[in-house]
């Protein structure tokens, strides 16, 4: 297996994030749902970030060039991943910076407690 290319980091706001996800799972669902997580942060995005997600297509997470990913939370992987994971590339010091894991909610327009409105409130809070 080759070793990763990109470094991760995270900002403290991904670990509040994280707590959220918690409260709302078992203990049993959150280690499944911990263990998909760290495989699309250490397996596929440390290897190609760029190729294997998406920018952010709205408001200030599309201004500001962040990414998103789609992931499931408990396996069987059926249909489309219910989790996203919001983050930014850093190309030259090949760096993928995590600001937010949480349930995308696919609604028009996107609630409050959708995880695109979350990141984007709290970047809004502290510019």
Known sequence: MSKAKYKNKFHPFFYDTLDIIQEQMTEQQFDEFYVLLM??????????PLNNSR?????????????????HS????????????????DES??????YAVGIRINKKPRPDRD???????????NE
């Open 55 to 71: 920018k952010c297509k709205f408001g200030i997470l599309s201004e500001l060039g962040f990414r998103t990913i789609t992931f």
């Open 115 to 125: 995880i695109y409105s979350i990141v984007e409130k709290w970047l809004k809070e």
């Open 74 to 89: 408990k396996i069987p992987k059926l249909g489309t991943g219910d989790m996203r994971l919001i983050f930014e590339v």
């Open 93 to 98: 010091a090949k760096t993928n910076f995590y």
């Open 39 to 48: 495989h699309e942060i250490n397996k596929v995005l440390a290897q190609d």
